[in-house]
Structure formats: structure tokens, C-alpha cells
């Protein structure tokens, strides 16, 4: 073997391996807003939200307050109709259901009063976009 080869061979043996240096860029990108890109009700729901009202379409449980015929449970409603159910005692294992409309309170089985209290629902055609 020449003289240039055996160089080069301990050379590269008195190297070792070849070490591999990686750059780690810092992208700073962040997601974009989700506001942004939501259309229709999902665009709805989450300007509702930044501005203050977490639940836009009443769809959260609430607990019942005195619920006698004269000071009845409200449930908010997006329409003149809505299925509600009732636990009526804390040990219960199913819901009781009934249907409320607006205009007349309705009694449950516990004796609990329930009244409906319709809330116009946001026009499809002029959602944002």
C-alpha cells in the first residue's frame, strides 16, 4: 500500500467517529387563534365565551332553588319547548324526564316546580363568518 493510504487510515482511526453537530432553529410559531378559522355556531359559541357567557346554549346542569308554584325552577330554553329531566332524591339512580312548555309550569314527581323561559336563538343567516 502507499504511503498517502496508510496516512489516511490512521487518520481517520486516530478520529474516531465522525461527530454529527444538529442545530436546534427556534421556530417561535404559534397556532393561529381558533376564532379565526370557527364558522357558524362553533364562531358563535366562542365569541359567547370571550365575552363573558360560558354556556350559550343552556346546555349546562343546574341545581334546583325552592321550586314551589309560586318560585318555579327556570330553565332556559332556545326554543318554546325542552326536555328536562330531574333527580328527584340524591340516591336515585335514573332521571325522571319530562316535557316544559312555555306559558305553563310543570310539576314533577318530587314536587318540584319547573317553568320554561324561551331565549331567541342566533339567526343562521347572520352568523358570523
Known amino acids: 500500500m502507499?504511503?498517502?493510504?496508510?496516512k489516511t487510515r490512521g487518520l481517520v482511526s486516530a478520529m474516531g467517529s465522525?461527530?454529527?453537530?444538529?442545530?436546534a432553529a427556534c421556530n417561535k410559531r404559534t397556532m393561529p387563534d381558533p376564532?379565526?378559522?370557527?364558522?357558524?355556531?362553533?364562531?358563535?359559541?366562542l365569541l359567547a365565551k370571550q365575552a363573558g357567557n360560558e354556556d350559550p346554549f343552556f346546555l349546562k346542569s343546574f341545581a334546583r332553588g325552592v321550586g314551589t308554584?309560586?318560585?318555579p325552577n327556570i330553565v332556559n330554553a332556545m326554543d318554546n319547548y325542552r326536555m328536562v329531566?330531574?333527580?328527584?332524591?340524591e340516591d336515585?339512580?335514573?332521571?325522571?324526564?319530562?316535557?316544559?312548555?312555555?306559558?305553563s309550569p310543570k310539576r314533577c314527581e318530587c314536587g318540584y316546580w319547573f317553568k320554561l323561559k324561551s331565549h331567541?336563538?342566533?339567526?343562521?343567516y347572520k352568523l358570523p363568518l
Open 2 to 6: 502507499s504511503s498517502l493510504v496508510l
Open 69 to 71: 308554584k309560586e318560585n
Open 85 to 89: 329531566g330531574c333527580v328527584c332524591s
Open 18 to 23: 465522525r461527530s454529527v453537530h444538529l442545530s
Open 120 to 124: 331567541p336563538a342566533p339567526d343562521k
Open 92 to 103: 336515585d339512580t335514573s332521571i325522571k324526564w319530562m316535557w316544559l312548555c312555555e306559558g
Open 35 to 45: 376564532v379565526d378559522h370557527a364558522t357558524g355556531l362553533e364562531k358563535y359559541e
